[in-house]
């Protein structure tokens, strides 16, 4: 089972920028697409970009023009560049590693980092 471990989060205030890493335990190019979620209190996890193994990239309305999903295949890690924050930003990150070859329906977690956007 693959590990995830995001890191990267912390307090910014509005109009500020992070960047979260997301550093997996084995070869990313094993997982047909990487994605970063967030989950804000009382709120559903929603997923907030994705990245395949080709370098496509996908991404939510709401962080569309401001957020940036981009991969190291060296490294095996994933980031999100997070600029132009707002305080509806603030919640856990997650980081998702899913489907492999032997496996579509495969799905790995890591344990979230949080961000709060607020002045």
């Known amino acids: 089972q693959v590990q995830l471990v995001e890191s990267g989060g912390g307090l910014v205030q509005p109009g500020g920028s992070l960047r979260l890493s997301c550093a997996a335990s084995?070869?990313?190019?094993?997982?047909?697409?990487m994605d970063w979620y967030r989950q804000a209190p009382g709120k559903d996890r929603l997923l907030v970009a994705r990245?395949?193994?080709?370098?496509?990239?996908n991404y939510a309305d709401f962080v569309e023009g401001r957020f940036t999903i981009s991969r190291d295949n060296f490294k095996d890690t994933v980031y999100l560049q997070m600029n132009s924050l707002r305080p509806e930003d603030t919640a856990v990150y997650y980081c998702?590693?899913?489907?492999?070859?032997?496996?579509?329906?495969?799905?790995?977690w890591g344990q979230g980092t949080q961000v709060t956007v607020s002045s």
């Open positions: 084995e070869n990313i190019n094993n997982f047909y697409v």
């Open positions: 998702n590693a899913a489907g492999t070859q032997y496996d579509p329906t495969f799905s790995s």
């Open positions: 990245i395949n193994r080709g370098g496509g990239t």
